[in-house]
């Protein structure tokens, strides 16, 4: 049962645009989010998070939306840049766990052309 | 900066063999992870501890055990190796919300 899931497995955007990347979740009880990117052969970096108090967090060039009724949340990369090609990964944490347990989605592997 | 790494980039081993994956954090983190990347699945978990000598299992512990004796160490057991558990293999640490990750180790088994 995937409570976490990134339904587009690939996107390309040109350089310069927006790209958009989304993730839905089925557990209201999430009340933290994240995402990770992640070049081959290395481990992810976290990017930005969001709590489930808000609705919009923006840092730089990349902004979180969470529409909790929808239980929908996206990353904007603006503008979008050829070094922003990797896999980003959306994560969930529950509000129970006290041990910072994380479910993370599929991924989507993001291709910007320059 | 937060670091977290691990003992090896690439490793193959034989069906059957018993593999060590050791991870380590500088950073006097309680909660250590220990997750498989595998496409199309995204970031597994297979095993969690949140104090030293204290694990709890993930999402897919089995052919898995691990052993967390110091704080900053967590390691990570492959009794008996399989081919189905070629893999990347990422140990990360957690400050607050967020976790840091290793390198990863990339595991074959032939």
């Known amino acids: 049962d995937q409570q976490v899931k990134q339904n587009s497995p690939s996107l390309s955007v040109q350089e310069g645009r927006i790209s958009i990347l989304n993730c839905d979740y089925t557990?209201?009880?999430?009340?933290?989010f994240l995402w990770y990117k992640k070049y081959p052969a290395e481990g992810p970096t976290f990017l930005i998070s969001?709590?489930?108090?808000?609705d919009k967090n923006e840092d730089g060039r990349f902004t979180v939306f969470l529409n909790k009724s929808a239980k929908h949340l996206s990353l904007h990369i603006v503008p979008s840049q050829p070094g922003d090609s990797a896999v980003y990964f959306c994560a969930a944490r529950g509000s129970s766990s006290n041990t910072g347990k994380l479910i993370f989605g599929q991924g989507t592997t993001l291709q910007v052309k320059p | 900066d937060v670091k977290v790494t691990q003992s090896s980039r690439y490793l193959v081993k034989r069906t059957g063999e018993k593999v060590f994956l050791e991870c380590v954090q500088d950073?006097?983190?309680?909660?250590m992870f220990w997750y498989r990347q595998d496409p199309g699945l995204g970031l597994r978990l297979i095993y969690f501890?949140?104090?030293?000598?204290?694990?709890e299992k993930g999402d897919i512990p089995e052919g898995y055990s691990v052993s967390r004796e110091k704080k900053e160490r967590f390691s990570l057991i492959l009794e008996s190796a399989s081919t189905n558990q070629t893999s990347m293999y990422l140990c990360?640490?957690?400050?607050?919300?967020?976790?840091?990750f290793g390198p990863g180790t990339r595991l074959t088994v032939t």
């Open positions: 950073m006097d983190h309680e909660n």
């Open positions: 990360a640490s957690r400050l607050l919300y967020e976790q840091y």
């Open positions: 501890s949140y104090d030293v000598k204290m694990k």
């Open positions: 969001i709590s489930s108090i808000k």
């Open positions: 557990n209201s009880m999430f009340d933290y």
